[in-house]
């Protein structure tokens, strides 16, 4: 039987950093799920900073990038890099109830958690992982808010 052996740095070129790219695929993966963007009721729900609440429509989707740290690839080679990523989904809703927001906390989970998403520039190199998530209502702006984490690797294409 012949034994196959595989190069990391066929795979894996750099050094990469990109955060530009890592951020329009979560924002292009969110904006352009038309689930979602029924759920939200309309797509312009998705920002990437928390403005004032009320200056936006509720519901409404924020992602941020919470830390990146960008470490070697393969030890023999200095231009070869990945990328850690942990980015946040908050979700924000003036809803009586959370029902509303736990249907777009369903939705996002099923848009990353266990995906790898890729675009053009960027490809996550790993499943998404959630590895937070908290639910609460705030009752000093009224509304209901869901905070996720998740967590991935991303290289380049």
Request: hydrophobic share 35%; charged share 25%.
């Amino acid at each position: 039987m012949a034994t196959k052996t595989f190069s990391a740095k066929a795979s894996v070129r750099g050094p990469y950093h990109d955060i530009k790219a890592i951020k329009k695929l979560i924002y292009d993966t969110l904006k352009n799920d038309s689930t979602l963007t029924g759920l939200l009721g309309a797509s312009t729900s998705v920002y990437h900073y928390f403005p004032q609440t009320k200056d936006i429509k509720h519901p409404a989707i924020f992602y941020n990038i919470i830390s990146e740290e960008t470490y070697p690839y393969d030890e023999n080679d200095k231009n070869s890099s990945l990328t850690g990523i942990v980015f946040g989904i908050d979700i924000v809703d003036d809803s009586p109830n959370a029902s509303r927001s736990d249907d777009i906390e369903n939705r996002i989970f099923k848009l990353f958690n266990g995906k790898i998403l890729r675009d053009s520039d960027v490809v996550f190199k790993h499943p998404c992982r959630r590895t937070y998530y908290f639910q609460f209502y705030d009752t000093e702006i009224r509304v209901w808010r869901t905070v996720m984490r998740f967590t991935t690797v991303t290289a380049p294409i």
